[in-house]
Nanobody
């Protein structure tokens, strides 16, 4: 059974930092493209960052220069380092694993940026 478990969310002041982690189980992690999505209240879910099996990364324009995605294949983990957080970054962040045409999702972790 595939499981993706996120951690690291919380409440942070504007300008602060958080590091999200996602640990995978029951999946051949090294062949997955991994991604972080977010969904804010009343908005559509959006892809924030992704990293391929070859460590090619991509980011939505709004987080470029502030967020960094990375992965550790040996530990089956993917990370999202979020710096210079803004109130508009507030959302539920979910980990995604793509293997060919199949998507797997974590349960999500809340990130709230507020003073």
């Amino acid at each position: 059974q595939v499981r993706l478990v996120e951690s690291g969310g919380g409440l942070v002041q504007p300008g602060g930092s958080l590091r999200l982690s996602c640990t995978a189980a029951g999946i051949n992690f090294s062949i997955c493209t991994m991604g972080w999505y977010r969904q804010a209240p009343g908005k559509q879910r959006e892809l924030v960052a992704s990293i391929t099996t070859g460590d090619t990364t991509d980011y939505v324009d709004s987080v470029k220069g502030r967020f960094t995605i990375s992965r550790d294949n040996a530990k089956k983990e993917v990370f999202l380092q979020m710096n210079s957080l803004k109130p508009e970054d507030t959302a539920v962040y979910s980990c995604n694993a793509k293997v060919k045409w199949v998507d797997y999702w974590g349960q999500g972790t809340q990130v709230t940026v507020s003073s």
